[in-house]
């Protein structure tokens, strides 16, 4: 096709590619979940069905773009990670955080009826960014920082939700009844006060959501000799755990996914 006198301008694009042989992680974060899930009616500190639903759009994801090797949820945030030789859109940054992020963004919006009865009252908004991981340790510290932060989290607002929901504190007494307390006085508070133990709570709470890669098996009809039987066939498809991923056992587990 003829060029127009106007084409020059697109040499002004910056199209900024992501540094080869690195890990590529995608981050989304909700905008204003606080107001957000407060608006929406979740469960505090944990609502099942908006994990659920963070969960199902991360699958949605991982369904589209087939280099993501594995991604880490928690709260109102997700990281894909895609393997470090990936030619995903030639690497192209804004490329692959933009198709990431809306694909997670609509996803949201188009399942919310499958997990929610009350209606979406606004449009939700994530967003998104990429940072790039060269080494092995690199990216290992960046999952553990993911997680560890889920529990810090996690542990806060167990404490601070039961004081307010069990024990008839404002939220203001909350926060400064928890002001400055460490980890361990936070699991006595939990102990001694509301009857709980901290590590008995789900583990998708304290842990998040990794999702992975696996073969599973699926029963599929075939015909043979004129009649219909089932037949076992593997496939791929994505699995959440809740494992701990800080510690050396669940990459001795799966030690092709950081390959
Ligand atoms: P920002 O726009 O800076 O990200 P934010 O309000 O989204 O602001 P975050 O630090 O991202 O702040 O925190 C997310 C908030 O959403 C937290 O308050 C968290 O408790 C809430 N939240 C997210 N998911 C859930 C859930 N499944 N159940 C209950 N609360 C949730
Ligand atoms: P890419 O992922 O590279 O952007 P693409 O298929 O989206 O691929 P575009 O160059 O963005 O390619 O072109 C958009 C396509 O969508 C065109 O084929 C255009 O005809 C079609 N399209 C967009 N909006 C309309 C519309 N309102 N009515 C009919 N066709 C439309
Ligand atoms: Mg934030
Ligand atoms: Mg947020
Ligand atoms: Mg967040
Ligand atoms: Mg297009």
Same mark, same amino acid.
């Given at each position: 096709m003829?060029?127009?006198?106007?084409?020059?301008?697109?040499?002004?694009?910056?199209?900024?590619?992501?540094?080869?042989?690195?890990?590529? !992680?995608?981050?989304?974060?909700?905008?204003?979940?606080?107001?957000?899930? %407060?608006? %929406?009616?979740?469960?505090?500190?944990?609502?099942?069905?908006?994990?659920?639903?963070?969960?199902?759009?991360?699958?949605?994801?991982?369904?589209?773009?087939?280099?993501?090797?594995?991604?880490?949820?928690?709260?109102?945030?997700?990281?894909? !990670?895609?393997?470090?030789?990936?030619?995903?859109?030639?690497?192209?940054?804004?490329?692959?955080?933009?198709?990431?992020?809306?694909?997670?963004?609509?996803?949201?919006?188009?399942?919310?009826?499958?997990?929610?009865?009350? *209606?979406?009252?606004y449009p939700?908004?994530?967003?998104?960014?990429?940072?790039?991981?060269?080494?092995?340790?690199?990216?290992? *510290?960046?999952?553990?920082?993911r997680?560890?932060?889920?529990?810090?989290?996690?542990?806060?607002?167990?404490?601070?939700?039961?004081?307010?929901?069990?024990?008839?504190l404002?939220?203001?007494?909350?926060e400064?009844?928890?002001k400055?307390?460490?980890?361990?006085?936070?699991?006595?508070?939990?102990?001694?006060?509301? *009857?709980?133990?901290?590590?008995?709570?789900?583990?998708?709470?304290?842990?998040?959501?990794?999702?992975?890669?696996?073969? !599973?098996?699926?029963?599929?009809?075939?015909?043979?000799?004129?009649?219909?039987?089932?037949?076992?066939?593997?496939?791929? *498809?994505?699995?959440?755990? %809740?494992?701990?991923?800080?510690?050396?056992?669940?990459?001795?587990?799966?030690?092709?996914?950081?390959?």
């Open positions: 003829a060029k127009s006198k106007y084409e020059y301008v697109k040499k002004f694009e910056q199209n900024e590619t992501c540094l080869l042989n690195c890990w590529i !992680v995608v981050r989304i974060d909700g905008r204003g979940f606080h107001k957000f899930t %407060h608006d %929406h009616l979740y469960e505090k500190p944990n609502d099942i069905r908006g994990l659920s639903l963070m969960n199902f759009c991360a699958k949605e994801v991982m369904k589209q773009f087939q280099d993501i090797v594995i991604s880490y949820g928690q709260s109102d945030e997700y990281s894909f !990670v895609f393997s470090k030789n990936t030619s995903q859109f030639k690497r192209r940054s804004c490329k692959l955080m933009s198709n990431i992020v809306s694909l997670f963004s609509s996803s949201f919006v188009f399942y919310w009826k499958t997990f929610f009865l009350n *209606d979406l009252i939700p908004q994530f967003d998104g960014r990429i940072i790039l991981y060269p080494s092995l340790e690199n990216i290992r *510290d960046y999952l553990s920082w997680q560890a932060d889920c529990h810090i989290n996690n542990l806060y607002n167990t404490c601070f939700w039961s004081l307010v929901n069990k024990g008839g404002s939220t203001l007494d909350a400064l009844k928890l400055g307390t460490l980890a361990k006085d936070k699991n006595e508070l939990l102990f001694s006060e509301f *009857d709980v133990n901290y590590n008995d709570i789900s583990p998708i709470f304290r842990k998040g959501n990794i999702v992975i890669r696996q073969k !599973v098996a699926e029963e599929i009809m075939k015909e043979k000799n004129g009649e219909s039987v089932k037949v076992i066939k593997e496939k791929n *498809d994505t699995v959440i755990l %809740h494992d701990d991923i800080i510690g050396e056992n669940f990459w001795k587990k799966f030690p092709e996914i950081l390959t």
